[in-house]
């Protein structure tokens, strides 16, 4: 089992920036890859950024060149840069861990952009 608590969202104007962090424990051995994922009103929810347990990364289209995956000093926490922000990158943000290819899920932080 594995517990994620994410940080770091509020309310930001367009163009600023936010940093996310997630923080994860328990069986933090087991995983194998750490991702955000943000769901918006009406919206499905979509991935955002992945990083392997090697330490590659990936982005969806529409955060790349803006928004940074990385890992903290410690193993359990995951950070989220994000630059340049957009009203459209108003949603809420998940932390999820995979493990053994099961997703275990934070409780998500409102990220909000305003124009």
């Known amino acids: 089992q594995v517990q994620l608590v994410e940080s770091g969202g509020g309310l930001v104007q367009a163009g600023g920036s936010l940093r996310l962090s997630c923080a994860a424990s328990g069986s933090i051995f087991s995983i194998n890859a750490m991702r955000w994922y943000r769901q918006a009103p009406g919206k499905p929810r979509e991935l955002v950024a992945h990083i392997s347990r090697s330490g590659s990364t990936s982005y969806a289209d529409s955060v790349k060149g803006r928004f940074t995956i990385s890992r903290g000093n410690a193993e359990n926490t995951v950070y989220l840069q994000m630059n340049s922000l957009k009203p459209e990158d108003t949603a809420v943000y998940y932390c999820?861990?995979?493990?053994?290819?099961?997703?275990?899920w934070g409780q998500g932080t409102q990220v909000t952009v305003s124009s």
């Open positions: 999820s861990a995979l493990i053994l290819g099961s997703p275990y």
